[in-house]
């Protein structure tokens, strides 16, 4: 088992960027990904990086999240840009897909 610690959320108002950062505790070989949630949506995937560095999105943010691996391959990162309202959400990272491990998560807020 591996302990994931997300950072980076915060506040932003709509048209801004957050950086998302997730810290394994061990090098992480498996598919690493970026979930969201909130209080009326179950966990939903928006990005995922798997062998390889090979990236995949979900479409609705396909075109302003960049998802990217250190090289040491503990951390990954979720550039978010041109948040909208719609991406407030709790914020989690994942590491081996579902069950797999989980981070405790991070808050986005976006205003408009």
């Known amino acids: 088992q591996v302990q994931l610690v997300e950072s980076g959320g915060g506040s932003v108002q709509a048209g801004g960027s957050l950086r998302l950062s997730c810290t394994a505790s061990?090098?992480?070989?498996?598919?690493g990904a970026w979930y969201r949630q909130t209080p009326a949506t179950q966990r939903e995937l928006d990005a995922s990086?798997?062998?390889?560095?090979?990236?995949n999105y979900a479409e609705s943010v396909k075109d302003g999240f960049v998802m990217s691996r250190s090289p040491n391959r503990k951390t990954w990162y979720l550039e978010m840009n041109r948040l909208g309202p719609e991406d407030t959400a709790f914020h989690f990272c994942?590491?081996?897909?579902?069950?797999?491990?989980w981070g405790r998560g991070t808050q986005v807020t976006v205003s408009s």
């Open positions: 061990k090098v992480i070989f498996r598919t």
């Open positions: 994942n590491a081996g897909g579902v069950p797999g491990d």
């Open positions: 990086i798997r062998a390889g560095d090979v990236e």
